[in-house]
């Protein structure tokens, strides 16, 4: 696609954009005087217009209902998450039974965790990216002391090579290898948050399985941004939340797939709660935990309904506008933005240039930019954000930007690189 830098291009592709019509139903930030460039749906999507009022039903259900809501409400909360769950699994590439919707990221990883990160013999060691997501790290270094696993011996980072930013296929392969018979589990995030490069999860997953190893993604900036295939690409297990690129809502509730290969599978470590027992059984309040042979075995509680309705609000456009259209828009949008900054750098680059760390391959990187600011720093970042971006600092001197394709628009693109030419020339 060619580009141009004005903005009768920006309006026109705007004008011929088939998903333009989808920023009405979000509502903008307000505390900025005019509504802010926002750029950070990698960090907490926009909210809904629609999403107050699927909360205020359930609001309403509990006010006419009670405790009867369970079985009475329209969409009864007993199994409120089912209809949700299955919508959530068209957006991830994966069954319906292979997905639910539940708890918080974190504590999902955790619960997957216990399940297939089963440290025997040898076969002790986990590998992930380097400088993962702090939360993730955590998890990590807290499992392998769980199972009295020394971290220094027992996590293996695989980082970029030196003067390069993003990590290579091929070293993540020979990595697995090297590793061999002593992985037990590659735990890696699918898009990584902070260069966004997309991880190729299809052949990470094969190069795992080959060592006999389980393979598992954090989804948390791949889940509504990029197409998944879990099922197909064989997965074992995936989590992610949902506030992202997802729209759902503050701290909003997670989603976790597991792979219907291990649906049967009764002798798998859980810890377990009685919204993964049995549904026929659960209000018998028996002993013995039975678990339901799909994904749904691994919600412990009954679902946080105000959540859950704000994450359906949220699901219903991506039910209506699909991946594929949205990823259309998507690669379009950074491509313009991508082209935008390329110019600038042209233009000014006695001053400063703009190095995007993300990768240059539309297939290897999804909504979001990192852009490493050379010759300028945090005074530019502090600058444009007086002026209404919303974008994101990451020390030492990375800016990322994610345009998102269900509600930023191509002028919006076009607006920021004006601003950041126009701080670039008073500073
Ligand atoms: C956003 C994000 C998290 C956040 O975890 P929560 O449990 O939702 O607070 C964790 N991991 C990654 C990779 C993330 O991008």
Known sequence: MKYENSAEFAQKLDQQDPLAKY???????????????????????????KCSEYIQKELNNWHKWGVEGHFHAEQPWFSYHEPISKKAAKIVGAKA?????????????????????????????????????????????????????????????????????????????????????????????GVNYYTGQVMDMKSITEWGHAQGAIVGFDLAHAAGNIELKLNEWKVDFAAWCTYKYM?????????????????????????????????????????????IPSAEAWQLSNSPILLMAAHDASLDLFDEIGMEALAAKRDKLTGYLEFLLDELTETHKEKCSFEIITPRNPAERGAQLSILLHGLGKDLYNKISAKGVVADWREPNVIRVAPAPMYNSYTDVYQFAKVLEETILEI
């Open 97 to 189: 039974t292979e997905v639910v919707v539940t708890h918080s990221l974190t504590t999902n990883l955790h619960l997957l965790m216990v399940s297939f990160f089963q440290p025997k013999g040898k076969r002790t060691k986990i590998i992930c990216e380097g400088k993962a997501f702090p939360s993730d790290q955590y998890a990590l270094e807290t499992q392998l002391k769980f199972h009295k696993l020394d971290l220094k011996d027992n996590l293996i980072e695989i980082f970029p090579r030196k003067g390069e930013h993003t990590l290579r296929m091929e070293d993540i392969q020979s990595k697995i290898k090297e590793v061999g018979d002593e992985l037990a589990l590659i735990m890696i995030g």
């Open 23 to 49: 920023r009405a139903e979000f509502l903008f930030p307000t505390f900025t005087k005019n509504p802010p460039l926002y750029f950070v749906g990698n960090s907490l999507g926009l909210q809904p217009k």
């Open 247 to 291: 729209n759902s809502s503050p701290g909003g509730v997670s989603g976790l797939f597991v792979h219907e290969k291990h649906h049967d599978n009764k002798e798998l470590n859980r810890f377990a709660g009685w919204w993964g027992h049995n549904k026929e059984r659960r209000f018998l309040m028996e002993p013995g935990f039975d678990p």
